[in-house]
């Protein structure tokens, strides 16, 4: 699996790398498969007490795989969540670089999350004609609210770091060179606490968030489903749109830093 995913482990501390840098880590079938295998088999691990999930620079995540998307091979949430929310291992999330639309869901996966200070982040669902399946719709108005959840989801726009920050949907920013170092160290604080306590502890906030709007998450997914069954989702025009969504985001986000 190291072609597509690299795992590191010191002591208790598993670090978990996207490794396709030359597509910005998009979820191909293998990569999605790969990841949702590596974090149950590290949640099942005794010895591990905390993962850290990060990607090859110079992104997070793109979201999904262009190539496979236009060939039906692989299409969003409907085949699970690569970390389901209701694991006792934490999951810190070290965003390296842009989080977008499926990367964003596999962001919001995490427990929390480290920015590096190039990290972006964007909804780009209905930009390319797709509706999320991974919980984005539950998981992002918890982070920052619906209203702002909302102008993510309807505009398209991408936010730096330091919004991300403001927002709520990042812990900390830091400097890029800085990123892995710092959540591996909230992750040895971590398992620095009896690791029994820590997964009670996460189940606990799982079970007390889901009793008002666990049915979201089926809803969602059925959504999702419909709209791709129903042939509203363009498989032919998702590369282009994806490349322009790509365009505007960089400038964007230079927009942004000049501003600053």
């Not at 191909?28 to 591990?48: C, F, H, K, V, Y």
């Not at 919004?163 to 400097?175: F, K, R």
């Not at 489903?225 to 790509?246: P, Q």
Request: include cysteine; hydrophobic fraction near 45%.
């Amino acid at each position: 699996m190291d072609d597509v995913l690299h795992v590191d482990v010191d002591s208790s501390v598993a670090t978990v790398w996207l490794n396709r840098p030359h597509v910005r880590n998009a979820l191909s079938a293998l990569l999605i498969g790969g990841l949702r295998e590596t974090m149950a088999a590290l949640d099942a691990n005794p010895a591990i007490g905390a993962i850290v999930l990060t990607g090859a620079d110079p992104a997070f995540c793109a979201g999904l795989d262009l190539s496979e998307v236009a060939a039906g091979s692989v299409g969003g949430g409907g085949a699970g969540m690569p970390i389901p929310a209701d694991r006792g291992t934490p999951v810190i999330g070290a965003i390296n670089g842009p989080a977008v639309t499926g990367g964003l869901e596999l962001a919001l996966m995490c427990d929390f999350l480290i920015a590096s200070d190039r990290a972006s982040f964007a909804d780009t669902h209905a930009r390319v004609g797709i509706l999320p399946g991974w919980g984005l719709t539950v998981e992002l108005p918890r982070a920052i609210g619906l209203r702002r959840a909302r102008q993510m989801s309807f505009t398209g726009n991408y936010i730096a770091a330091d919004q991300a920050l403001e927002w709520g949907l990042v812990n900390e920013v830091v400097p890029h060179e800085r990123l892995v170092g710092r959540a591996q160290t909230l992750a040895a604080d971590i398992v620095s606490i009896d690791a029994g306590t820590i997964a009670a502890m996460k189940r606990l906030y799982w079970a007390t968030g889901s009793v008002a709007s666990g049915e979201a998450y089926t809803v969602e997914r059925e959504v999702n489903r419909s709209w791709t069954d129903r042939g509203r989702f363009d498989r032919a025009s998702f590369a282009a749109r994806r490349a322009d969504i790509e365009a505007r985001g960089s400038s964007q986000i230079e927009g942004t830093s000049e501003m600053g």
